[in-house]
């Protein structure tokens, strides 16, 4: 069975300092992985994926997430945070077999001033 | 370029009321779904549909019909709604071209059941 497990519901850390939001899922089978956000009272926007290639990925707004496939993990991290990224972040997979997606239960990410 | 459109963005309803919450996308995915968003629980899929005319359940369908009569639009129906399916229904639609195409998402629609 597939699952996305997110191990932290709730991250608060001061503005300007590094964050890791921590994603592990577990499937039989090769996946896709993706990271969400989700801004108060909006719909959830894809922040990054990977799907093959280089293990380190990259989004626009300084955010970075690593596959290790060995862990089965895809934690998202980003070296110094700001007041505008105080979010809700979904981890999700996608298998290669089938059309669903799986989501972790969300971190609720808060920068404090 | 609206993506992922839904209405009402609010709703109200009383127990043993019927409504249809609607989802329309534009950019031709055959890959539809309805989820459900409470405290805690993050995103539980409801129903999907892999193209016109083919629906299936997903992990909470109790309670919720949808159709698919066109590519475009995938409609969530609560035939007697219930205080339990006070919730967050996000909508979401992708391409089937290849399984690495993420989701989008509509910007949800916000139920209370009194």
């Known amino acids: 069975a597939q699952s996305v497990t997110q191990l932290d519901s709730q991250v608060p850390v001061f503005e300007e300092a590094p964050v890791e939001l921590r994603c592990n899922y577990s499937?039989?089978?090769?996946?896709?992985l993706f990271w969400y956000v989700q801004y108060p009272n909006q719909g959830l926007q894809l922040l990054l994926k990977?799907?093959?290639?280089?293990?380190l990925v990259e989004s626009i707004n300084g955010f970075e997430a690593e596959f290790n496939k060995s862990q089965t993990s895809f934690h998202l991290r980003k070296p110094s945070v700001h007041i505008s990224d105080t979010a809700e972040y979904f981890c999700?997979?996608?298998?290669?077999?089938?059309?669903?997606?799986?989501f972790g239960t969300g971190t609720s990410l808060t920068v404090i001033p | 370029n609206a993506g992922v459109t839904q209405t009402p963005k609010f709703q109200v309803l009383k127990t043993g009321q019927s409504m249809t919450l609607q989802c329309a996308q534009d950019?031709?995915?055959?890959?539809m779904s309805w989820y459900r968003q409470d405290p805690g629980m993050g995103l539980r899929l409801i129903h999907y549909?892999?193209?016109?005319?083919?629906?299936d359940q997903g992990e909470v369908p109790n309670g919720y019909n949808v159709s698919r009569s066109t590519t475009e639009d995938f409609p969530l129906r609560l035939l007697s709604a219930a205080p339990s399916q006070t919730s967050v229904y996000f909508c979401?639609?992708?391409?089937?071209?290849?399984?690495?195409?993420?989701?989008?998402f509509g910007d949800g629609t916000r139920l209370s059941i009194l």
């Open positions: 979401a639609s992708s391409s089937l071209d290849s399984f690495n195409q993420p989701q989008h």
């Open positions: 499937s039989s089978v090769s996946v896709y």
């Open positions: 549909s892999v193209g016109a005319g083919i629906t």
């Open positions: 999700a997979v996608r298998l290669n077999t089938g059309n669903q997606f799986y």
């Open positions: 950019m031709n995915h055959e890959y």
């Open positions: 990977y799907l093959s290639g280089s293990t």
